[in-house]
């Protein structure tokens, strides 16, 4: 059974997969909370179908700075960078 990481990850059981695999615990945290991921041929979204918002929280969520005085281009280019 998976240890639970409390309410910061969604998918506790994915989570500690992708640790034991070596994915470093911001990736796997990513991963693990993505509802998407873990579905066989699942995928995001792409990027320029989202509002700036949705960017501004996903570039949040995965703790990329100067967020907020970036254009909905930049949070792209930051989000693909990283």
């Not at 998918?11 to 066989?40: C, F, T």
């Not at 989202?50 to 989000?79: C, D, F, N, P, Q």
């Amino acid at each position: 059974m998976a240890k639970d990481h409390g309410p910061q990850i969604k998918n506790d059981e994915q989570y500690e997969e992708l640790r034991d695999k070596g994915v470093s615990k911001e990736k796997a945290a990513r991963i693990a909370n993505d509802p998407k991921s873990g579905k066989k041929g699942g995928h995001a979204d792409e990027y320029e179908e989202r509002t700036k918002e949705e960017l501004y929280k996903k570039a949040k969520e995965v703790g990329i700075e100067g967020r907020s005085e970036m254009t909905k281009k930049e949070l792209i280019k930051a989000l693909r960078n990283r």
